[in-house]
């Protein structure tokens, strides 16, 4: 079947376990056995000034990081939103995140985006992160883009993007709001299913 006879069934994100070795891409649940419990993580992370200078999480408060694991659980359940914690394999620390969700499922285009904990910052994980979850959504879900968008001023997304195969496609004007501001421009990167690995 060809990815344009590919039925919007096929393109249905189910949850798994991606092991990169040293980390684990799991996804996202209030049963992950994260130390101080999964909300208290995400209060954390939201506080993280990096983060919230790019990726702001609307989870300030244990109530809103539940409602922010309510969403995630929603788009689990309904296909259209992959949202894997990045755990330590050793000690189930939260390292980040990595999320893929569709932006047109019929058409098979997907968007993905990251955040890093300061821990796990410079190592590749990133990298590592949103390579293996652009492959799983190809293999898996007949992914048949996937575009990874990023404020102009974060060079850090810009060569995450560059070394997991995202040529820069061009600039979207006053695209997205970050940290409560003005809309900033946004570099697009995008990569195609038939891109070589």
Known sequence: MSTAETSTDQRT???????????????????????????????AAAADPEIS???PLRAADPAAAE?????????????????FAITDAANGTLRGNVTLRWTD??????????????????RGIASRATTA???????????????LAHAVGNDASCRVADRCGFPYEGTLRASYRYAGGEYNDEHLHARLATDPW
């Open 105 to 122: 499922r019929e058409d098979g285009l997907a968007m993905v985006g990251y955040w890093l904990l300061q821990t796990a910052r410079g």
């Open 13 to 43: 994100f189910r949850p798994t376990t991606l092991d990169l070795g040293d980390v684990l891409l799991r996804p996202w649940e209030r049963a992950l056995d994260l130390p101080g419990g999964t909300a208290a993580a995400l209060v």
């Open 53 to 55: 200078r790019w990726n």
């Open 133 to 147: 979850v652009t492959r799983w959504g190809v293999e898996t879900a007949a992914a048949r883009r996937i575009e």
């Open 67 to 83: 409602a922010y694991l309510d969403r995630w659980d929603t788009g689990w359940t309904e296909g259209r939103t992959a949202v």
